[in-house]
């Protein structure tokens, strides 16, 4: 099945400073892969996704980019804010059967300092 | 448009107890999702129903966890007896059909965190 590995697994950023999370995933199949965002004692909420036949997506301060050659994906928050700390997850589906299902990364937790 | 609904939000149990956790899906979600969420690490999937069918629960630990969904919308979590590996936050989710979970479309609840003592 996919396995979905994300570093690092903490960050800390001064705020202003970008943030980059990065996440690899073994099944060249997989062709949807969103991030999540979860702040403490909350629900995941989605943050952005980006399909396999785009290379970057960007909302606002958020983008994300993939490179299916080398199987990674990255996150990257522009102009970080203290309401940016959380813990973030990317996730990866596609390909067939159960692996249609997302699977998740282990998280990194992000704290922008003020 | 009320979320998913998951009660109770938190448990605090001795090992060997019974506990069971509650989750009302998103009005028309026909797809609910059971994760597990340990301390430091992301979602993990024990079971998805599609109505009132678990049409997968290989990650469910059959020996002590069960669930069910009888009338294709509640759902219900329940692990008997509880161990201590299995403090966690349980977190329920729905989408509105099948595979929407990689268009975008999954809503997860607040969670339900157990501490098992």
């Known amino acids: 099945g996919e396995n979905v590995e994300q570093h690092p697994s903490t960050l800390s950023v001064q705020e202003g400073d970008s943030a980059v999370i990065k996440c690899t995933y073994s099944?060249?199949?997989?062709?949807?892969f969103p991030w999540y965002k979860q702040e403490l004692g909350k629900r995941p909420q989605l943050i952005i996704d980006?399909?396999?036949?785009?290379g970057e997506k960007k909302d606002q301060r958020i983008a994300v980019t993939l490179n299916k050659t080398a199987k990674h994906f990255s996150l990257h928050i522009t102009e970080t804010q203290p309401e940016d700390s959380a813990v973030y997850f990317c996730?990866?589906?596609?390909?067939?059967?159960?692996?249609?299902?997302?699977?998740f990364g282990s998280g990194t937790q992000l704290t922008v300092l003020p | 448009e009320a979320g998913v609904v998951q009660s109770p939000r938190y448990k605090i149990i001795e090992k060997k107890q019974p506990v069971a956790f509650w989750c009302n899906p998103i009005?028309?979600?026909?797809?609910l999702y059971w994760y597990r969420q340990n301390l430091g690490q992301g979602p993990e999937l024990l079971i998805r129903?599609?109505?009132?069918?678990?049409?997968?629960d290989s990650q469910l630990p059959k020996d002590r966890f069960s669930a069910e969904r009888l009338k294709g919308v509640d759902s219900t979590l329940k692990i008997q007896p509880a161990e201590l590996g299995d403090s966690a936050v349980y977190l329920c989710?729905?989408?509105?059909?099948?595979?929407?979970?990689?268009?975008?479309?999954?809503?997860f609840g607040e969670g339900s965190r157990l501490t098992v003592l």
């Open positions: 996730a990866a589906s596609g390909g067939r059967g159960s692996a249609r299902q997302l699977t």
């Open positions: 099944d060249s199949a997989s062709n949807y």
């Open positions: 980006i399909r396999s036949n785009v």
């Open positions: 989710a729905s989408s509105p059909r099948p595979w929407a979970a990689s268009s975008g479309e999954l809503f």
């Open positions: 129903y599609e109505n009132e069918e678990a049409v997968d």
């Open positions: 009005s028309g979600h026909n797809t």
